[in-house]
């Protein structure tokens, strides 16, 4: 298992996944973000989706807002719809997916 460049916990299962940033070839860079995984339906992908406030000038209040990012998952992890994650940021791996799952932080 290589060394990924960021303080997380490690998985403690292997995987022959090439695109595991752990067991496989996959650079992580940019981005760091904690969501939650809603759906992972389809084959080693998963939706995440993360609520943040965006301050809005004319009323000088918050309004709760959330995205949903589509990220590699890979299988050594064991992650389950409804788990809190951890994603970064990586090169394009297909024509939405730009995010890895690197930890899994709860249920």
Do not use: W
Request: aromatic letters at 6%; proline letters at 7%.
């Amino acid at each position: 298992m290589k060394n990924i460049g960021i303080d997380v916990k490690p998985p403690t299962k292997s995987c022959d996944d090439r695109f595991c940033p752990f067991h496989g070839s996959l650079g992580i860079r940019g981005k760091l973000l904690k969501g939650k995984a809603v759906s992972i339906k389809a084959k080693d992908m998963a939706i995440i989706e993360r609520e943040y406030l965006q301050y809005i000038k004319k009323y000088m209040m918050y309004e709760k807002r959330r995205s949903r990012i589509p990220a590699h998952l890979p299988p050594c992890l064991g992650v389950n719809e409804g788990d809190s994650v951890m994603i970064a940021e990586c090169r394009p791996l297909s024509k939405t997916v730009s995010f890895v799952v690197i930890e899994k932080l709860g249920e």
